[in-house]
């Protein structure tokens, strides 16, 4: 009898840690992630905003070769994504993706994303090569009006 009352004493503290704790990751927090964005456009400006459920993360990487590289602990649910603008164009992405077949692809804890003139790569590290998985969304031509000379 006080062996159970004990027991339940001990579990009302357990739930009692659990209901206290703001997130469950904190007890179990998820492995270290990262997410590295390289820009390898040719003399291009790249401005890249992602997000996940809790951060936002802006940078511009103003040269190639620039890059932003952020790491993370992932639990459940766990994404991260980008949208990228350049003068070639913009487009949005999933970077990381707890549960998914897209980290397998990663091939490790390292998502790497390349942005470059024809899209935006993923570099698979198991393979160490690159796979196209998103194209720019070109930029609405600028219709400029023309001046015209007018003469007095
Ligand atoms: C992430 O981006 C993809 C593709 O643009 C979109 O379908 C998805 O809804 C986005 N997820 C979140 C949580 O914003």
């Known amino acids: 009898m006080k062996g159970t009352i004990l027991r339940q004493f001990s579990y009302s503290l357990l739930f009692l840690a659990f209901s206290i704790c703001p997130s469950t990751s904190d007890i179990f927090p998820g492995k270290k992630h990262f997410v590295r964005v390289v820009n390898d456009l040719e003399a291009k400006r790249l401005d890249v905003h992602c997000y996940s459920a809790d951060d936002v993360i802006d940078r ?19 994404y991260w994504n980008c949208s990228m ?15 998914d077949p897209l980290i397998d692809e990663c091939g490790g804890v390292h998502c790497i994303w390349n942005a470059r003139e024809d899209g935006i790569y993923l570099y698979r590290i198991k393979h160490s090569d690159y796979v196209k998985k998103y194209d720019w969304i070109p930029k609405p031509l600028r219709v400029r009006s023309i001046k015209r000379n007018v003469r007095p």
């Not at 511009?60 to 766990?78: A, I, M």
């Open 60 to 78: 511009t990487l103003s040269t190639k070769g620039e890059q932003l590289e952020f790491e993370f602990r992932s639990v459940v649910n766990t």
């Open 85 to 99: 603008n350049s003068v070639v164009g913009h487009v949005g992405i999933e970077a990381y993706i707890s549960e």
